[in-house]
């Protein structure tokens, strides 16, 4: 079953400008956590905000979380050419199982 | 470094034929996951095993079975492998925390092709 569901789906900039993703999701959840993809490999794992958290940063990323509007960003900036990647959020509903989202396609133009 | 291995890149196989993903992960994790990958579906979850001998259904465990006979090797089994399961299969393992899913480590993906 999909809960995250990313907007947009895909996203095209200039580097060094700053990329938006969203992430919303249906049920209540023990954390979220953000995940990126470079073509046609595995996931990396970027950051997990747990529920009781509004935001939290890793170097260029910075993630909020809205549990109110059961919905949460993910900020990109200043982006270089080795952010082009697909881009995933996932929710921990309960239990040790991630349910992943469609994922948002970042490209960035030199 | 947590590391994740699979046992294949590509693989092409033929429908009816009997398939064998492994996977392996080196950081004595608890948890171990496997996916397969569509466009426009992401990712859906096949199995997981928490523990040795342990497994239970994903969403999507039709047409597949799994095997976790040592904590650091899942297995994933394609009985009769047909063309529908063409797909990128994806293994993942995380620590068990209780009630809270912890970050998962994923291995580089198998890319399957039935004919």
């Known amino acids: 079953s999909q809960q995250g569901e990313e907007d947009p789906q895909a996203l095209s900039i200039q580097e060094g400008e700053n990329a938006t993703m969203n992430c919303s999701y249906k049920t209540s959840i023990n954390n979220l956590q953000w995940y990126r993809q470079n073509s046609g490999r595995g996931l990396v794992h970027l950051i997990l905000i747990r529920s009781n958290e509004r935001e939290k940063h890793s170097g260029r990323l910075r993630v909020t979380l809205d549990t109110s509007k059961k919905s949460s960003s993910l900020l990109i900036t200043a982006s270089r050419a080795a952010d082009t990647a697909s881009y995933f959020c996932?929710?921990?509903?309960?239990?040790?199982?991630?349910?992943f989202g469609q994922g948002t396609r970042l490209t960035i133009n030199p | 470094d947590v590391k994740v291995t699979q046992s294949s890149r590509y693989l092409v196989k033929r429908t009816g034929e009997k398939v064998f993903l492994e996977c392996v992960q080196d950081?004595?994790?608890?948890?171990m996951f496997w996916y397969r990958q569509d466009p426009g579906l992401g990712l859906r979850l096949i199995y997981f095993?928490?523990?040795?001998?342990?497994?239970e259904k994903g969403d999507i465990p039709e047409g597949y079975s799994v095997s976790r006979e040592k904590k650091e090797r899942f297995s994933l089994i394609l009985e009769s492998a047909s063309t529908n399961q063409t797909s990128m299969y994806l293994c993942?393992?995380?620590?068990?925390?209780?009630?809270?899913?912890?970050?998962?480590?994923f291995g580089p993906g198998t890319r399957l092709t039935v004919t």
């Open positions: 993942a393992s995380s620590l068990w925390t209780g009630v809270s899913g912890r970050e998962q480590y």
């Open positions: 095993s928490y523990d040795v001998k342990m497994k």
């Open positions: 950081m004595d994790h608890e948890n």
């Open positions: 996932a929710t921990v509903p309960g239990a040790q199982k991630l349910v």
